[in-house]
């Protein structure tokens, strides 16, 4: 059974901007989150959504990201605007019920460069 199924990473310039999508059927009934891993570094936290909607961020992304769901489409997105090269990781979706589950996806990578 899969899980999480994470799309919509690329290579992008400075500035410039991207959508993440997850696939997630536990979406519909778990409070979710983003991760990501920068290469040499630990995943961290990058953005939860509640199941009724809020919102929070890392301080390092706060005000240029933003999560959402589509709850019919089991559908978790995060859309990502004035990237750059820090933001280079590969990002993941999972749940965020007092922490991830130990289930990840295979993750989309993101590279932030010139």
């Known amino acids: 059974q899969v899980h999480f199924v994470e799309s919509g990473g690329g290579l992008v310039q400075p500035g410039g901007s991207l959508r993440l999508a997850c696939v997630a059927p536990?979406?519909?009934?778990?409070?979710m989150a983003w991760y990501r891993q920068a290469p040499g570094k630990q995943r961290e936290l990058v953005a939860t959504?509640?199941?009724?909607?809020?919102?929070n961020y890392a301080d390092s992304v706060k005000g240029r990201f933003s999560i959402s769901r589509d709850s019919a489409k089991s559908t978790l997105y995060l859309q990502m605007n004035s990237l750059n090269p820090e933001d280079t990781a590969v990002y993941y979706c999972?749940?965020?019920?007092?922490?991830?589950?130990?289930?990840w996806g295979q993750g989309t990578p993101v590279t932030v460069s010139a």
């Open positions: 959504i509640t199941n009724g909607g809020t919102t």
């Open positions: 999972n749940t965020n019920l007092n922490g991830p589950s130990p289930i």
């Open positions: 536990l979406s519909r009934a778990y409070p």
